[in-house]
């Protein structure tokens, strides 16, 4: 037993000393310099952490020229809603009962004004007449409908409105916005495609193409029958019932 006891403390010793070894021989070998990082390299805002009561956002810059100036920014996208080019001050907010857009872009006096005339879409009611009849039924354009997801064209109201802006479209500020200046806290490396050769200052929206995918029966509807039947949904469906 007090052989084995003088084995066992003889090889802790060697191996305490050959760990002892080997961590001197590190301990001579050139350290790396570990690469630090400062606070203020951290986000977009580059300051540190402590600065919060000085720390601010770059100040946003409106353009400050005068409507009928020119100036026109370039759309972002095919049919993208115009940015404001110009100086807003004193026209918002834009109620129904007064919106000073509509003195420079009304399509009678845009001309004459230097301005963008708001397009036919602007001027076309796209909202079928909606009643119920005596006997609870939904009635649209005088036509009794069964199944209200699953219109026509012909349930469809595309009535023009002598040139003056519908009702749905008097909050311009609600697609249209003015640009700002302000220096991006992000590159923005984005390059529109425009379908139309003069996509980036004329929209597109005129003619057939204000009722392109509104009918969704027919021979012309992109739609189909099983789509009408949820028949492609996750959920399943119910026999001719959504």
């Not at 199944?147 to 249209?176: M, P």
């Not at 189909?224 to 001719?240: P, R, V």
Request: glycine share 8%; proline share 4%; with cysteine.
């Amino acid at each position: 037993m007090k052989t084995i006891s003088k084995i066992t403390l003889g090889i802790t010793v060697a191996s305490a000393i050959f760990i002892s070894g080997c961590n001197s021989a590190d301990a001579t070998k050139p350290q790396m310099a570990k690469a630090s990082i400062s606070e203020e390299s951290l986000g977009l805002r580059k300051t540190d952490i402590y600065t919060e009561d000085t720390t601010t956002g770059d100040k946003t810059m409106y353009g400050t020229g005068y409507a009928g100036s020119g100036y026109k920014i370039e759309r972002a996208f095919q049919d993208a809603p115009p940015m404001i080019p110009h100086d807003t001050e004193g026209m918002l907010p834009i109620t129904i009962t007064n919106n000073q857009c509509t003195s420079c872009h009304a399509p009678e006096v845009a001309a004459s004004m230097g301005a963008l005339p708001y397009p036919v879409s602007h001027i076309t009611d796209f909202r079928p007449m909606t009643t119920l009849n005596n006997d609870g039924k939904i009635v649209k354009n005088g036509k009794k409908i069964e199944n209200t997801s699953s219109d026509t064209l012909d349930h469809v109201t595309t009535k023009k409105s002598d040139g003056k802006l519908i009702g749905a479209r008097f909050n311009c500020t609600q697609c249209h916005a003015p640009q700002s200046t302000g220096k991006l806290a992000v590159e923005n490396t984005f390059e529109a495609v425009y379908s139309d050769k003069d996509g980036a200052s004329k929209s597109s929206w005129s003619g057939t193409r204000l009722t392109d995918a509104l009918e969704t029966n027919g021979k012309n509807s992109t739609i189909t029958e099983a789509d009408h039947k949820n028949e492609h949904s996750a959920a399943g469906y119910l026999d001719n019932k959504h």
